[in-house]
């Protein structure tokens, strides 16, 4: 087995991610323009989730310092507080598209976390017991995305969890080499829903752990030699999730190179030039993902130097 990356390779990419995002927060925050346009609200409050769920995993993890743990909760009640307006915002939506899980999705880890909006719990709570919720077509993944926020809010499940799971590509264990771009992050997020963003790798079925432990070096190379880093960011979780780390150092060195000095990360191959809020738009995931896949490979790497 491949000895782990250098921990402290591993939490210098997190940490001048968190720095980047915390420096540019604000251009998070909602103009009378993007949430007038639905698909734009959509991908702000999409965006906004993500916020929350790094920040938790960072919280969770134990792997930040003082001052990095301070900056998180500080991120988090930004974007409740100012982003969300505390939760009116998704509430309105709620009541705009009584039928649409995004309110659903990006109240749970605010939820998870302590935060509270009783008007929306309410509203998630009357109109999920429409039969609509579980008749809504929605790709595998998503629909697993959903069950699991129901499980964080406490709301009864829309469909069976493990169905759900073996509905999706990575848990019908298909033929691996047809791994293109969408099928890869369909896996990446079918392992973030089963584990809860890596908080309970042990829910992983063992057939799904076993298949991924054998295919995953090879995606990790491919996507690697592709110099796709917001993949490779998101696959590099995966590998932290499993029983048995699959991974090479000099896949993480790659990565962290790839990183520029601010702390953002590239989608893929280097940064392209752009003005400051097209540069926030492209970059925003892939360095909330190295944040993410930062304090997920700490937090193992120091596991297994102390096992």
């Known amino acids: 087995m491949p000895a782990p990356a250098s921990p402290a390779l591993l939490h210098r990419v997190g940490l001048q991610a968190q720095n980047w995002l915390d420096t540019h927060r604000d251009r998070l925050r909602p103009t009378p323009e993007t949430d007038a346009d639905a698909t734009a609200l959509s991908e702000r409050l999409k965006a906004t989730s993500e916020v929350a769920v790094i920040t938790q995993v960072l919280i969770r993890e134990g792997v930040a310092g003082s001052r990095q743990h301070s900056q998180a909760e500080n991120l988090l009640d930004f974007a409740w507080r100012e982003l969300l307006d505390g939760g009116n915002v998704l509430t309105d939506l709620q009541h705009a598209e009584p039928y649409s899980p995004?309110?659903?999705?990006?109240?749970?880890?605010?939820?998870?976390?302590?935060?509270?909006?009783?008007?929306?719990?309410?509203?998630?709570?009357?109109?999920?017991?429409?039969?609509?919720?579980?008749?809504?077509?929605?790709?595998?993944?998503?629909?697993?995305?959903?069950?699991n926020a129901e499980r964080k809010i406490g709301l009864p499940p829309s469909g069976d969890f493990d169905d759900a799971v073996r509905r999706t590509w990575l848990g019908q264990l298909p033929e691996p080499w047809t791994?293109?771009?969408?099928i890869a992050y369909d896996i990446t997020h079918t392992v973030f829903h089963v584990t809860n963003w890596g908080q309970s790798p042990d829910r992983i079925p063992a057939d799904i752990a076993d298949y991924l432990a054998r295919y995953l070096p090879a995606w990790l190379e491919g996507w690697a030699d592709?110099?796709?880093w917001d993949l490779l960011g998101e696959l590099l979780v995966v590998d932290a999730?499993?029983?048995?780390?699959?991974?090479?150092?000099?896949?993480?060195?790659?990565?962290?190179?790839?990183?520029?000095?601010?702390?953002?990360?590239?989608v893929e191959r280097s940064m392209p030039e752009h003005n400051p809020d097209e540069l926030f738009a492209v970059a925003h995931h892939p360095t909330l993902v190295a944040a993410f896949a930062s304090a997920m490979a700490t937090s193992r790497a120091l596991s297994l130097n102390g096992a």
């Open 102 to 147: 995004i309110p659903l999705e990006a109240y749970a880890p605010f939820h998870e976390l302590g935060y509270r909006h009783p008007g929306l719990e309410t509203a998630l709570g009357v109109f999920r017991q429409a039969r609509t919720c579980t008749a809504l077509e929605m790709a595998p993944t998503r629909r697993l995305g959903v069950l």
């Open 179 to 182: 791994v293109q771009f969408h």
């Open 226 to 228: 592709q110099e796709h």
């Open 241 to 266: 999730c499993l029983p048995r780390p699959v991974l090479a150092d000099h896949l993480w060195e790659r990565y962290a190179a790839a990183q520029t000095p601010s702390g953002a990360m590239p």
